[in-house]
């Protein structure tokens, strides 16, 4: 993570825009919230807007001091003379008070209280400020707060960049913002109200006027996630505190890949993707930070690494190993064994629990607990003979699980690497029953109640971690079509920011 001024990493990122990699530039994909809201701070409102909205909403703002009895008068004489309601009677502050309060009730007291906070703010604050705050906090539907998160959402472009079009359309919606999203055709009819309005007060231009109309803006929305600050130092590249704005490692078609998956998951499922030992796309039932945060046994995703640490020291390709029991304990295993011994590669490919623990067994203990506690950045006495089958007692996160995988795939290729890739490639031709290009690892924990998959080649892991009752072991939990096609390379285009 790349701060621009190291005294200012303590400030609040509340607000900021998070941008990830896209196909051609970067491109928005969430905002830094602390609740539901995606409100997204802005560091310069356009004059352009600010005239607009003046105009339309507040034509006396600098003149009233929070109420304006000459602008209800205004508006509804304006009303009349239009058939409908153009105009409202509320101030912009009064706006400003409404969005603050959250209450949009039409009761009397709710009014009474929004008009004395108006003239509260206004003994407060000078009107650049409120004018400020007014475009930092209204509501524009979708649960989207404030002009940036608005111009971000609507057009996917700063408020900088919006064309006039996009400005008067957006003042259009303000008036009701899940009405007008909803009805285009009254979202337009309000738009040509607006132009209109705009062009008997001389602020629009004939020639504008009529390209206004003739070329009205197409919203094109686009959910922006709300993410909690603490997924920050995890994704991030560069932070610009002028511009709020956080350039990430996300890519975003890959982030669109695996939001559709957890959308339509009928567990609560946490997925992340690596690319080369870094995080490119993040997305959890759970909400962001929990894939991160949240440790648990993992199972047996751990025995890719014992496999390769194991044959490295002494284990045979063609050592038999006791399927059914162990010089320790009687062990569950997951699935029946077919035959009383496998090799160590039979007992990777079937996931047994004995083979690995006698093979350790074989090896030595402590030998193999040092690669453990070495391997998983944990204090020795945490390793027990529970560790080889993926428990300790501080557990793994989702997060720190993808990082093992990230690392092990980075590392220089070695012969017993190769075998155990082949085995995990295996794994995945077996229960698609199809040829695949990438390896497959899956391992269930605390009953069956947790299930890992861990699936990837050279370029890309991607790593799930499902939630729900599958005591049928991983029966309901698979890759759809769109993340195979992803580790099979069909899209070719979807890498060529990682080249």
């Not at 005239?51 to 602008?71: A, C, N, P, Q, T």
């Amino acid at each position: 993570m790349y701060i621009e001024d190291m005294s200012l990493t303590n400030i609040s990122y509340e607000g900021y825009v998070l941008y990830g990699k896209g196909h051609r530039k970067p491109a928005p994909f969430g905002i830094i919230s602390s609740d539901y809201k995606r409100k997204a701070m802005l560091s310069h409102v356009p004059s352009k807007m600010q005239k607009y909205l003046i105009e339309v909403e507040d034509r006396r703002f600098y003149k009233h001091s929070g109420l304006d009895y000459k602008g209800i008068a205004r508006a509804i004489a304006t009303n009349i003379k239009h058939g409908r309601m153009l105009q409202g009677g509320s101030t912009i502050t009064q706006q400003l008070a409404r969005n603050l309060m959250e209450d949009n009730g039409k009761t009397l007291s709710r009014k009474i209280k929004e008009s004395v906070y108006a003239i509260q703010l206004e003994k407060k604050y000078v009107k650049d400020c409120i004018i400020n705050m007014y475009f930092d906090n209204v509501f524009w539907g979708n649960n989207v707060y404030g002009l940036r998160a608005a111009s971000l959402s609507y057009f996917k472009k700063e408020p900088y960049a919006l064309s006039e079009q996009e400005v008067i359309l957006l003042i259009t919606l303000l008036r009701g913002p899940n009405l007008y999203l909803k009805n285009e055709d009254q979202l337009y009819q309000r738009y040509v109200l607006l132009n209109n309005l705009l062009l008997d007060r001389n602020i629009l231009s004939k020639r504008h006027y009529d390209r206004n109309i003739k070329h009205w803006p197409v919203i094109q929305y686009q959910k922006l996630d709300s993410i909690k600050s603490s997924v920050i130092s995890y994704i991030a590249d560069y932070v610009d505190t002028k511009n709020r704005k956080i350039s990430t490692t996300i890519d975003v078609r890959l982030q669109k890949v695996i939001e559709d998956y957890v959308s339509t998951s009928k567990r609560p499922v946490s997925v992340l993707v690596f690319s080369k030992d870094v995080l490119c796309a993040i997305k959890s039932s759970y909400g962001h930070e929990y894939p991160l945060t949240y440790k648990s046994n993992v199972g047996s995703t751990l025995k890719p690494f014992l496999y390769v640490f194991l044959r490295e020291n002494g284990i045979a390709e063609d050592d038999l190993f006791s399927t059914f029991e162990n010089p320790f304990e009687s062990i569950r295993e997951g699935n029946a064994p077919q035959k009383p011994y496998y090799t160590l590669n039979e007992g990777l490919l079937e996931s047994n629990n004995n083979v690995f623990i006698n093979a350790a067994h074989k090896v030595g203990l402590n030998k193999t607990y040092d690669y453990l506690a070495c391997l998983l950045n944990k204090d020795r006495d945490e390793i027990s003979l529970s560790t080889i089958l993926g428990s300790t007692s501080t557990g793994l996160s989702l997060f720190e699980l993808g990082q093992l995988y990230s690392k092990f795939l980075g590392y220089e290729n070695s012969r017993y690497k190769e075998e155990c890739l082949n085995v995990l490639n295996l794994n995945a031709c077996r229960k698609w029953s199809s040829d695949t290009e990438f390896f497959l690892k899956t391992g269930t924990t605390n009953d069956n109640r947790e299930c890992f998959l861990i699936a990837g080649n050279k370029d890309l892991i991607l790593c799930f971690l499902e939630h729900g009752d599958v005591s049928a072991y991983f029966k309901g939990m698979s890759l759809t079509e769109s993340t195979k096609r992803l580790l099979c390379r069909k899209d070719k285009n979807l890498y060529k920011w990682m080249d």
